[in-house]
């Protein structure tokens, strides 16, 4: 929620239709309304040469498979948070305020995991250069001192767990469990993020704790039970700046400002409610078909946290042998492919209803110096416990998303011809904390005893952010 506090142009007033200046907690008009937007940003980053971008690509792959192959499975309201996008389309993040009195952080928003958890005052590792948390100057801060450790494929987060106050556009959940970390592997956070907060479910938290959205949910506090983004794209931008709008993240309703047509809602599959999990059915490229297993050999985790796609090798592996003259890359790119720049390539996707279309300026992920480009796709080797495929921003930059609590379900639309320009119109984000139009109170404590998702009842909310590299190299 990092455009909160700017004065919007008419054309994003428009946009977000809202009466007033975009703070980060911020309440309608009408009293019945129980929905808001977040505004989001995205950082693009410096130029990189092809060593560097096989490191970043590396980074991006064990990235992934570190996080999917360590988990073992009153008043309403509705509001907007205006997002980040951060280099060129690697990442998207928004803000939270935490503590009394509040203090705001920017953080990764990412609905492939569940656990919210900042870089602390004390922290002397990976935390150089970005804002910290200092309980002490926190009157509602209260320490569990429980260990806490999260880990990703190229490094981990680790501290204490702890409670207090957490805002996020007009919402507050007292009580909310989170770590407070003081050892960051290096490179994990890229300034200005202070850290993240996981949107997915309860049983992939790492603390046990009931996330921020799960807690709101819970407490009847949204429109609908819905979350919803629409995040920008740079990546074929001539220009971009170092910091771009990213999109809107929009909770308790959907902005249909952002979107034309129906919202198209599959069903997460009854024994995968813990990711944002849906069977793709159908992989074309070029109007080739792409043979598909059943079952959960499908299954794929729709996640904002994740820049590229990740998917079995016998599947990416014939889907680029659909692309003439491409080939496995080595080194640093090996499970990735490239291809001929001059080859412009056409995936879709679908997951039981409507197919859906990859730029190929998304497809694209980098020109290398030999006239080969590098493709988005790459081959992912899940566990036992992890979707077969991860499907990131690469696909979401081109849908409106919008992810259903109740029934649990995940739902895409056509963006709208002008959706990126409306955002734009508002310029860069920044954080600020204003009023709270709904609270509840959370647990308070971690590994909490609860049942799956698709057995709470009312289960209503579905967050989206776009997210994706945490590794960006500087």
């Given amino acids: 929620m990092r455009l909160d506090a700017f004065q919007p142009s008419i054309a994003l007033s428009l946009l977000l239709t809202v009466g007033h200046a ?3 907690p911020t309440s309608r008009d009408q009293p019945s309304s129980r929905s808001l937007h977040v505004p989001i940003l995205r950082r693009v980053a410096d130029p990189r040469n092809d060593t560097e971008w096989g490191l970043w690509a590396k980074q991006q792959k064990e990235f992934l498979e570190g996080k999917y ?21 690697s990442s998207y993040f928004g803000s939270i305020a935490i503590g009394t009195p509040p203090v705001a952080f920017d953080v990764i928003l990412d609905t492939g995991s569940a656990d919210l958890w900042l870089a602390a005052s004390t922290c002397t ?20 001192n429980q260990p806490f450790s999260i880990t990703y494929g190229s490094g981990k987060a680790s501290g204490t767990l702890a409670t207090d106050v957490v805002q996020m556009a007009g919402f507050q959940v007292q009580k909310q469990v989170f770590g407070v970390c003081n050892d960051i ?6 300034a200005p993020v202070s850290g993240l907060m996981g949107l997915g479910w309860q049983q992939l938290a790492s603390s046990g704790a009931t996330p921020f959205w799960q807690t709101l949910y819970q407490g009847n506090v949204f429109d609908e039970p819905v979350m919803a983004f629409h995040l920008t794209r740079f990546q074929n931008a001539s220009s971009p700046q170092p910091n771009e709008p990213g999109g809107v993240f929009t909770l308790g309703t959907t902005n249909s400002s952002l979107y034309t047509g129906q919202i198209d809602f599959q069903s997460v599959p009854s024994d995968a409610v813990s990711y944002w999990t849906l069977p793709i059915t159908s992989l074309t490229v070029n109007s080739g078909s ?3 297993p059943s079952g959960s050999s499908s299954y794929a985790a729709i996640d904002t946290g994740t820049t ?6 016998a599947q990416v592996s014939a889907l680029y042998a659909q692309i003439p003259n491409s080939s496995p890359a080595t080194g640093n790119y090996q499970g990735y492919y490239t291809y001929p720049c001059s080859t412009t390539v056409n995936v879709a996707l679908s997951f039981g209803g409507k197919s859906w279309s990859i730029s190929p300026a998304d497809f694209k992920l980098t020109e290398l110096s030999n006239g080969q480009c590098l493709g988005a796709i790459f081959e992912y080797t899940s566990n036992n416990n992890s979707p077969a495929w991860i499907v990131g921003d690469t ?13 649990a379900s995940v739902g895409f639309a056509a963006l709208a011809s002008n959706a990126q320009s409306l955002v734009d119109a508002g310029g860069v984000p920044t954080p600020t904390i204003g009023s709270v139009s709904a ?13 799956l998702p698709h057995a709470i009842p009312h289960l209503a909310l579905l967050l989206c952010v776009m997210i994706a590299s945490l590794f960006y190299l500087l």
């Fill in 185 to 190: 592997s290096s490179g994990l956070l890229s």
């Fill in 439 to 451: 609270s509840v109170t959370g647990s308070g404590s971690a590994h909490s005893s609860g049942a």
């Fill in 69 to 89: 192959n360590r988990h073992q499975i009153t008043k309403r309201s509705s509001g907007y948070n205006l997002i980040v996008n951060q280099n060129i389309d």
């Fill in 395 to 407: 696909f979401l930059k081109n849908v409106y998303s919008v992810f259903r609590a109740n029934p």
């Fill in 22 to 24: 975009l703070a980060v």
């Fill in 308 to 313: 590229l796609i990740g998917g079995p090798a």
């Fill in 290 to 292: 792409i043979t598909l």
């Fill in 125 to 144: 590792q990976g935390c150089n250069n970005i804002q910290t948390y200092a309980s002490s100057s926190s009157s509602t801060f209260s320490s569990s």
